[in-house]
């Protein structure tokens, strides 16, 4: 029987492209539903399922633990401590849509401060860059300073350089020294005064 050869090319308009919102929309319904869920998270008094595979392909501390030969790999439950239930389920939102959940807006910056933590704990870049976009944002004399502790501890070199940047006006800076977050940056980063008055010279 001969072969059937076919030499006329598939016309490109044939060809069905990715649609990344309801790819989205499907990873974000399998986080809801938990279906073929094969780990589970204790954070805060809550219980998050979730799915290794996704986990691991997002993040490669995630991998590490979970697919690697540590202790986690054959735990179905593992708790988490340090971080928020709200915080985690927000996070796990971003790791299955790469979106991040509706956020009341009194509750941005201290969740994008929090997020930031997270991110950088399980080298989640393209969320902890997002975190630092929203603070940097949000500057004002009352909360520079504890974002500059945060960008330090964190090493988020553009972040503290904008805050620099942002006290550099003397009336600023001496507005800093007044505020709460200054003792905050002194008992956390002593060494960042230092920094600080250079950055004025």
Known sequence: MAKVIFTEPIPESVSVPLSSPDMQRQFGQLLSTGDGADVTFEVGGETFPAHRSVLAARSSVFNAELLGPMKERTDASIRLDGIEAKV?????????????????????????????????????????????????????????ATILVLAEQHCCGALKDACFEFVAPLGKFKALTASDGFEHLMGSCPHLLKELVANLA
């Open 88 to 144: 985690f389920k927000a996070m796990l939102h971003f790791v299955y849509t790469d979106s991040l959940p509706h956020i009341d807006a009194g509750e941005v910056m201290p969740m994008a401060q929090h997020l930031l933590v997270v991110a950088d704990r399980y080298n989640l870049a393209k969320l902890k860059s997002k975190c630092e976009g929203t603070l940097r944002g949000h500057f004002n004399t009352s909360t520079v």
